[in-house]
């Protein structure tokens, strides 16, 4: 009896993707739970929360992270139910630029699958290099002669390594990523748990609950902590913790096409990843707030969270969590490269990347071999400017301008699609996951807070990092306004000069599916 209700949500889910005018090419093999588990591991508080947070610490202190953890959390949530809406309607491997283009037209799919495409990538880099920061250290306090060698090398060549590592688990261990995806999330239940205890029973003394709502201004911006240049500032940049941490549940789209019962499956997983994920969060970074007895030692550190464990907690439990961590940040990684060759995939079958017959070709296993070597092959390239850091300083400012190009490369895909379903109105066809009437209030404050962080983001992180200052050294710049801009320019360019003559959007691959076809022509 079961096997005979899978096989009719196979067919209901062939079928609907037929509809929207695609082949059954990758395997459907994942349950709800796995569609679900690879957001929840992509978001990974066992990431995010560790890497980013000295941004927040240094850009607003425990403030940023007590009352702006769960603030911005909220808007990410209404964000992530306008996009489940959309998911429910069109499952489709391609997701985001895919709704854009059917709401829209060409013009909006092309913005929206670059945007997307760059932001996975970006994300990818950056949860790899974090989990080598992190596997780095841990390595390290088990070897002196490692722990006293060149940091920056050390950490890039174990990045690569754990870039190439995820790329072969992504090739050749196809049929058990739904089941590591799955063990992904208990991993992060049960370590986040574990790492809040060992926090909680670890330190001989803990912060008062005051403490919560101090503020500090280590960014090198204004004076103090209560002028205007740190409210309007200093504190919003320190929100990038959250807004970081939080994202790539659009995984839970790129990867429907995979998933059983994905018009709902899929909605659901996507804004429930969103939700646990920031009650999680929160849980864990109010226990490094208790557990940051020795403030000083933090500070310099430059606010990095280790030097929480290391002040507070015994060598052997400061080991521990830093492990916990570091395997939490690798299942992530893995995550990241299965949605961002999906993407890839996808993008590629409708004609829009360079080489799109390569990229867009699946192996016997039916896996996007080609897009998961290309994708991690650029990944590797955009994150070489991590090889320099500040003087003065461990953490290149690299990585926060490879953590903003992939905040802005996604939100900005997200607002796209949610802004056209907001002006589509009642023509918009849901499926069997809507709003409702709420659609309307929900997609304004999504499309309003995505707008603001994207400025945000793109603004010097540092004061020597802005032209003109004294001080400047072009290895403190936030780049990522160059890159996504350099982007921007480029896919417009592009589009203007070559494709909008030959994109035209979604491709049916159900009528067409010879290897020497033509350009791609529009679903109905």
Known sequence: ???????????????????????????????GFSNFAISFSIISILAGCFTTFSQAWNNG??????????LISAFILIIGFCMAELVSAYPTAGGIYWWAAKLGGPVHGWFTGWLNLIGLI??????????????????????DSWANGNALRQTFLLFAIVLVLHALI???SHRLISLLQNVS????????????????????????????FETFNHSGFGEGDSGPAFWLYVLPLGFLLTQYTITGFDACAHVSEETHGAARTAARGLWQSIFYSAIGGW?????????????????AEGGFVGAIFTSSLSSSLATVVFGISTIGQFFCGMSCVTSMSRMMYAFSRDGAVPGWRLWSKVDRNRTPV???????????????????????????????????????????????????????????????????????????????????????????????????????????????PIAVGAVLVGIALWWH???????????RTVDDMGDDVGRPEPVA
Not at 122 to 143: E, H, K, M, P, W
Not at 497 to 507: N, V
């Open 1 to 31: 009896m079961a096997q005979a209700l899978d096989d009719a949500d196979h067919d209901d889910d062939a079928k609907r993707l037929a509809e929207l005018g695609y082949k059954q090419e990758l395997a459907r093999t994942w349950s």
């Open 61 to 70: 202190g425990p403030l940023a992270i007590s009352i702006g953890w769960p």
């Open 122 to 143: 970006a994300v990818t880099a950056s949860v790899d290099y974090g989990c080598a920061t992190f596997l780095n250290i841990t390595i390290g306090r088990f070897s």
């Open 170 to 172: 992504n090739i050749f």
């Open 185 to 212: 999330v208990w991993w992060h239940v049960f370590g986040a748990a574990a790492v809040v205890l060992i926090l909680i029973f670890g330190p001989s003394k803990h912060q008062s609950v005051g403490f919560l």
């Open 283 to 299: 849980i864990l970074l109010l226990s490094f707030l208790f557990a940051a007895t020795n403030v000083d030692a933090v500070n």
């Open 370 to 480: 080609n897009a998961i070597i290309g994708g991690s092959g650029v990944a590797l390239l955009i994150t070489l400017p991590a090889l320099y850091a500040p003087e003065g300083t461990t953490t290149p400012v690299a990585f926060l301008a490879v953590v903003s190009i992939a905040v802005i490369g996604l939100y900005l895909a997200f607002l796209i699609p949610i802004w056209l379903r907001l002006r589509a109105g009642d023509s918009f066809q849901p499926g069997p996951w809507t709003l409702g009437r709420k659609y309307k209030a929900l997609s304004w404050i999504a499309v309003i807070e995505i707008a603001i962080i994207s400025i945000y983001f793109i603004l010097p992180i540092a004061p020597a990092g802005v032209p003109g200052n004294k001080d400047f050294a072009w290895t403190s710049v936030n780049y990522a």
């Open 497 to 507: 000069l070559s494709a909008k003559h030959w994109f035209a959007g979604p491709r």
